[in-house]
């Protein structure tokens, strides 16, 4: 169907550099009697005042935001839809919101954008060879600043790092054996904080909450590959319902390029875990073409609770400059050349083993389409057991937001609606009120991007800029559920994780326990260069990361606990 037209609503031109989110939560105000509500936070990372208005009525509504000496915007709001104003200033700035409806609904909310004490140091493991202990030193203000690191009794100590604005750094690190109690005394001017705990890569109570490792390289020999890949790139990531943890990625044999460039021998590697992320198999190919000049990638992967089944979709293009953009509209014959395909293979044990390739372009390309492909990460199994896959599409030269869904446990697949046009790769999220939100990668960069429906087969209301920043990357967002058999079910607690800057560097995972109205808590995952990342939910609550560094910085695999992103 063609794409809705997007609006969004109006802000202040600002100008200010931005980072890493950390929103500083202005108290929530209660839901009006109306069904309307909003919700004003603060992003030091960016240098944001944000304010989210919620229209949790069956009519649509305009809200209307006045910020008395700065101006007056509005926003048309769909039912049950929501849209963002966003305000870049500097720390310090006072403001003062009044917030109305023609329904009634008045607001006002007052406060400072306080980001002069936006620094945060949290503990972490690195798993694998070397085994080190590790510090994450969080800079979110608007100046550089200088950390001083005491370890009481240690060698060398104290330590000092200077860490630009909006900046991470985790360079400091100590190789220490499992079991070594460290206190560090971490200062910067007037901030100080103490973290303390025992060495160790098992997430215990007392041990440093976050741990990684690196499940793949371009060292890595792949088995069915014979040889180490060029380039990793594209990290999907599930659970089984036994708890079996999945990654697959890209191997990228010849060279950095994405599907259709160069020799386009790209082929789709797994590796998996069955002690929730501490220890993973010799990575290994699970899907490859018939001709290396054939490729395979861009994977994602879909586990159907009700059956245990996993689903790997990947794109196949079928020769070398048949890409995205290479595509041609009209044939959709499974044995087509001129345009890529959306392909899948499954595994009901765990990803032990896979089923051969079921090529869907009969099932649901569109003849006036051109590039296709199956968005990387993994898709959702909604409430009521219709399982749901993210895609892309190209049509007039524009890429498009859509989702193929199967109502019979991947038996028979079907397209449901668009959700935005001028977006690329996205993830499907349901709500707790169980309508669906789409977060979206904006194919100008900038911002995350989102749309919401009532279902993947009902019309999307008019896709929004939410203000939480993005240098146009593939990042994720989940529902904080376990893996375990059955219908899943509904909640408000969030996870989102992207690289939340003006490049693709420090990767950040933020926390939202009001339905992704608000990202209250972040932690800096990764400092520095890194790229796509995806997570899932363990067997036992922790969270799983899986992440790129560049075109071949490696695919890592990080573990960390919810209280780890809340301290």
Not at 180 to 188: E, G, K, L, M, R
Not at 262 to 277: H, L
Not at 524 to 538: E, H, Q, R
């Amino acid at each position: 169907m063609p794409p809705r037209p997007r609006a969004t609503a109006r802000r202040a031109a600002a100008a200010g550099a931005a980072a890493v989110t950390a929103l500083a939560l202005a108290a929530p105000p209660a839901r009006a009697a109306t069904g309307q509500s909003a919700v004003v936070s603060q992003d030091c990372t960016s240098g944001r005042i944000q304010e989210t208005v919620v229209n949790d009525t069956p009519s649509a509504t305009t809200f209307t935001l006045t910020w008395p000496g700065q101006g007056t915007w509005t926003a048309r709001v769909a039912p049950g839809d929501r849209a963002h104003f966003h305000f870049t200033k500097p720390s310090g700035t006072a403001y003062t919101f009044r917030t109305t409806t023609p329904q009634g609904f008045d607001q006002t909310d007052s406060g400072v954008l306080d980001c002069s004490g936006a620094l945060s140091v949290r503990a972490a493991m690195d798993c694998a060879a070397p085994h080190r202990l590790r510090l994450v030193l969080d800079n979110r203000s608007e100046t550089a600043k200088r950390f001083t690191v005491a370890w009481p009794g240690r060698s060398g100590s104290p330590w000092t790092v200077d860490v630009p604005a909006r900046s991470g750094d985790d360079s400091l690190y100590w190789t220490v054996p499992d079991g070594t109690p460290y206190t560090f005394n971490v200062s910067s001017g007037s901030w100080s904080k103490s973290v303390s705990g025992t060495s160790g890569c098992g997430l215990d109570s007392g041990e440093p909450g976050m741990n990684a490792q690196k499940v793949l390289t371009t060292s890595t020999v792949i088995d069915g590959l014979g040889k180490a890949p060029k380039s990793v790139r594209i990290p999907g990531l599930a659970v089984a319902n036994d708890g079996t943890v999945v990654a697959v990625m890209d191997a990228r044999v010849d060279g950095s390029y994405d599907l259709g460039g160069g020799t386009n021998n790209i082929q789709i590697a797994m590796t998996r875990s069955t002690d929730g992320g501490t220890t993973w198999t010799r990575p290994k190919i699970i899907a490859k073409p018939a001709r290396t000049s054939q490729g395979y990638g861009d994977p994602s992967l879909l586990v159907d609770r009700e059956t245990g089944k996993i689903f790997c979709f990947f794109t196949y293009a079928p020769a070398p400059g048949v890409g995205f953009w290479g595509s041609q509209p009209g044939d959709t014959s499974e044995n087509s050349t001129t345009n890529t395909h959306i392909t899948y293979i499954t595994s009901t044990d765990g990803g032990a083993t896979w089923s051969d390739p079921v090529d869907l372009n009969p099932v649901v390309r569109d003849p006036a389409w051109g590039g296709m492909f199956a968005s990387s990460g993994h898709g959702v199994q909604l409430d009521s057991g219709r399982l749901v896959q993210p895609i892309v599409y190209r049509l007039n030269n524009r890429s498009h937001a859509a989702n193929i869904y199967s109502d019979d446990h991947g038996a028979t697949w079907h397209n449901g609606t668009t959700a935005a046009a001028g977006v690329n790769e996205s993830k499907v999220i349901q709500r707790a009120t169980g309508r669906v939100a789409q977060n979206l990668r904006h194919d100008a960069g900038g911002d995350r991007w989102y749309a919401m429906a009532d279902d993947v087969t009902a019309p999307w209301g008019t896709a929004w800029k939410s203000g939480l920043i993005d240098p146009g990357n593939n990042g994720d967002e989940i529902s904080y559920l376990r893996p375990v058999q059955g219908t899943p079910a509904l909640t408000g607690t969030a996870l989102h994780s992207n690289t939340a800057d003006t490049s693709r560097t420090d990767l950040t995972v933020r926390l939202s326990r009001d339905d992704g109205v608000s990202w209250p808590r972040h932690a800096l995952i990764k400092p520095g260069a890194s790229g796509y990342s995806t997570m899932a939910v363990l067997a036992d609550g922790s969270v799983g990361a899986l992440h790129e560094i560049g075109d071949t910085g490696g695919i890592v695999f990080t573990r960390f606990t919810v209280p780890w992103v809340e301290n």
